[in-house]
């Protein structure tokens, strides 16, 4: 089995920084590309960011210039570096990942999800 297990939300005031990462732990053989997403109460789940296993990465236009996701492949992590928080940032955010676990055999996993509240 693989796990996702995500760490660093909780409370921040507007216009402030935070950090999460996600873990990836289990039988894994490869991890290709892994993303952030977030959901609002009342909302549909949105993507955030993603990178490859190159460290290509994708932005959301909401994410651009505030948020940077990066990776260690060597500890099948991968972080988002959010600065500038809004009150609209606030959600659950959750990681996911295309993980190889035998050659040639392929899933994607979510992890349980980080509550992340902007409130002064």
């Known amino acids: 089995q693989v796990q996702l297990v995500e760490s660093g939300g909780g409370l921040v005031q507007p216009g402030g920084s935070l950090r999460l990462s996600c873990a990836a732990s289990?039988?894994?053989?490869?991890?290709?590309?892994m993303a952030w997403y977030r959901q609002a109460p009342g909302k549909q789940r949105e993507f955030i960011a993603s990178?490859?296993?190159?460290?290509?990465?994708k932005y959301a236009d909401s994410a651009k210039g505030r948020f940077t996701i990066s990776r260690d492949n060597a500890k099948n992590t991968v972080y988002l570096q959010k600065n500038s928080l809004k009150p609209e940032d606030a959600a659950v955010y959750s990681c996911?990942?295309?993980?190889?676990?035998?050659?040639?055999?392929?899933?994607?996993?979510w992890g349980q999800g980080a509550q992340v509240t902007v409130s002064s």
């Open positions: 996911n990942a295309d993980v190889e676990r035998v050659l040639g055999m392929r899933s994607y996993y």
């Open positions: 289990g039988s894994i053989f490869s991890i290709y590309t």
């Open positions: 990178i490859t296993r190159g460290e290509t990465t």
